[in-house]
């Protein structure tokens, strides 16, 4: 059964700083989507990593994958309060794409001024 | 261009009554899912189909059933509501390999 791990489940930072999410995953996948949620509102996809050492850039927020770590990272640059938000990354389980995607519990990012 | 749309964004059930939850989408994708979102559990899957006239379970369908008659429609039925079947239902669509687009969910108690 695929397990998938986010890493903090809570972040509180300052305007400015850098930080990482991480996100493990317990068997092999080679498909990875980012997901945002702001509070009481549905889920936005941010990212999609279809491949080994892909990476994705959107303003702030990039994303990586390595498949053979089962690894991937959501790191934010220069965290502004606007992408305050609970973060969800989700893993596809199945080689054949099922597409039943296996999601985390989410990483519930703070920005404080 | 509609994306999913989910009705009712708000129920209150009595334990035992029974509902359906509307699913429709206008993107003509394949892909439907129904997912439950507990806090801090993250989302579960609870029904998937991948065309129309096909269904499969997902991780939690006890005390569910789905049907997918259409493309465009992937309604959710509950039978015999229960307290911990209280939660938010997201509904989603997509092409294989494509990101899900959600729905605005709809929040469910069942007293």
């Known amino acids: 059964e695929l397990k998938v791990e986010q890493n903090p489940l809570f972040l509180s930072m300052q305007e400015g700083k850098n930080y990482t999410i991480y996100c493990n995953y317990s068997?092999?996948?080679?498909?990875l989507y980012w997901y945002r949620q702001d509070p009481g509102k549905s889920l936005e996809s941010l990212f999609v990593?279809?491949?080994?050492?892909a990476v994705k850039q959107e303003g702030r927020l990039m994303a990586s994958l390595d498949t053979k770590a089962r690894l991937s990272t959501l790191h934010i640059t220069a965290a502004v309060h606007d992408l305050s938000a609970t973060y969800f990354c989700?893993?596809?389980?199945?080689?054949?794409?099922?597409?039943?995607?296996?999601f985390g519990k989410g990483t519930k990012l703070t920005v404080n001024p | 261009n509609a994306g999913v749309t989910q009705t009712p964004k708000f129920r209150i059930l009595k334990i035992g009554q029974s509902m359906t939850l509307q699913c429709a989408q206008d993107?003509?994708?394949?892909?439907m899912y129904w997912y439950r979102q507990d806090p801090g559990m993250g989302l579960k899957l609870i029904y998937y189909?991948?065309?129309?006239?096909?269904?499969d379970k997902g991780e939690v369908p006890n005390g569910y059933n789905v049907s997918r008659s259409t493309t465009e429609d992937f309604p959710l039925r509950l039978e015999l509501a229960a307290p911990s079947q209280t939660s938010v239902y997201f509904c989603?669509?997509?092409?294989?390999?494509?990101?899900?687009?959600f729905g605005s969910g709809t929040r469910l108690t069942v007293v």
């Open positions: 990593l279809l491949s080994n050492g």
């Open positions: 068997t092999t996948s080679d498909r």
């Open positions: 989603a669509s997509s092409y294989a390999g494509q990101a899900f687009t």
């Open positions: 189909s991948v065309g129309a006239g096909i269904t």
């Open positions: 993107m003509n994708h394949n892909y």
């Open positions: 989700a893993v596809d389980p199945s080689q054949g794409g099922s597409e039943k995607l296996v």
